[in-house]
């Protein structure tokens, strides 16, 4: 059951915000006073969604090394500080999906690097103001969105479910590793989605059977609430 947490004010980015389950939890975050930055790679998109929520809309690619820093600054700038991080941006790698054995090396590559390596870098440049937050309200909180293709075995679903799994077990370790950092890390599976990611990969899919992005985000949001036991007790939270 989800806590009575007013969540004003609390400092959340989330990568791959314009579309799919990114935009569901930018947009309801924002309305439940949270503030919020997002990343996404397409300008034009940036520019809508930040229009339309009025937040902090970041271009860039996660992806990308050199892009890792920029947008960690501007994140930080702009929110003066981090309290969430979500790593939601992700690649299926070879598009459509292909076994393991017609699977290019550069399309598994492609899922890594932004899947497991983007992910990482963005958390690294990102600990210490995670660390800061910690120190100060006595909790911090990064959730990775994983996948249940990292624990089962789904033919057509290799580079997608490997780089899944790798980074299921990233989040365990750094955990356990940042626990005296006082910064929480969780791998959440937010189940089959009606996205355009899924429709990439199952173009014949049928919609219906799958879970709304707008339900599976706030799942998130409550599981992110349980997340920061700091902020249990509170009914308001940091005031902007």
């Not at 569901?24 to 300008?43: E, I, P, S, Y």
């Not at 892009?67 to 992700?90: E, H, K, R």
């Not at 990064?142 to 679903?157: E, T």
């Not at 036991?229 to 509170?234: E, N, S, Y």
């Given at each position: 059951?989800?806590?009575?947490?007013?969540?004003?004010?609390?400092?959340?980015?989330?990568?791959?915000?314009?579309?799919?389950?990114?935009?569901?939890?930018?947009?309801?975050?924002?309305?439940?006073?949270?503030?919020?930055?997002?990343?996404?790679?397409?300008?034009?998109?940036?520019?809508?969604?930040?229009?339309?929520?009025?937040?902090?809309?970041?271009?860039?690619?996660?992806?990308?090394?050199?892009?890792?820093?920029?947008?960690?600054?501007?994140?930080?700038?702009?929110?003066?500080?981090?309290?969430?991080?979500?790593?939601?941006?992700?690649?299926?790698?070879?598009?459509?999906?292909?076994?393991?054995?017609?699977?290019?090396?550069?399309?598994l590559e492609a899922a890594l690097v932004v899947n497991l390596l983007g992910a990482f870098r963005l958390t690294k440049a990102?600990?210490?103001?995670?660390?800061?937050?910690?120190?100060?309200?006595?909790?911090?909180?990064?959730?990775?969105?994983?996948?249940?293709?990292?624990?089962?075995?789904?033919?057509?679903?290799?580079?997608?479910?490997?780089?899944?799994?790798?980074?299921?077990?990233?989040?365990?370790?750094?955990?356990?590793?940042?626990?005296?950092?006082?910064?929480?890390?969780?791998?959440?599976?937010?189940?089959?989605?009606?996205?355009?990611?899924?429709?990439?990969?199952?173009?014949?899919?049928?919609?219906?059977?799958?879970?709304?992005?707008?339900?599976?985000?706030?799942?998130?949001?409550?599981?992110?609430?349980?997340?920061?036991?700091?902020?249990?007790?509170?009914?308001?939270?940091?005031?902007?």
């Open positions: 059951m989800q806590k009575n947490i007013d969540v004003q004010g609390l400092r959340v980015v989330v990568t791959g915000g314009t579309s799919g389950l990114g935009l569901a939890l930018v947009r309801q975050l924002a309305a439940k006073g949270a503030r919020v930055a997002f990343v996404a790679r397409t300008a034009a998109n940036v520019e809508r969604i930040t229009a339309e929520t009025g937040t902090e809309g970041i271009v860039g690619d996660v992806g990308k090394k050199d892009d890792i820093y920029p947008i960690a600054m501007q994140v930080t700038a702009s929110l003066g500080g981090l309290d969430v991080l979500i790593n939601n941006a992700s690649s299926l790698g070879p598009v459509p999906l292909a076994v393991l054995a017609d699977t290019e090396c550069e399309d990102l600990f210490g103001a995670l660390a800061a937050s910690a120190r100060e309200d006595c909790g911090a909180l990064v959730i990775n969105i994983s996948s249940d293709a990292a624990v089962s075995a789904y033919p057509g679903w290799g580079a997608y479910g490997a780089s899944k799994a790798a980074l299921a077990h990233l989040t365990a370790i750094w955990d356990a590793e940042a626990e005296s950092d006082g910064i929480r890390f969780v791998a959440l599976d937010p189940g089959d989605m009606d996205t355009p990611l899924h429709a990439l990969a199952l173009p014949d899919a049928d919609p219906s059977t799958l879970k709304s992005p707008d339900l599976a985000a706030a799942e998130i949001i409550e599981k992110m609430l349980d997340a920061l036991p700091a902020r249990a007790g509170l009914t308001v939270g940091r005031q902007a």
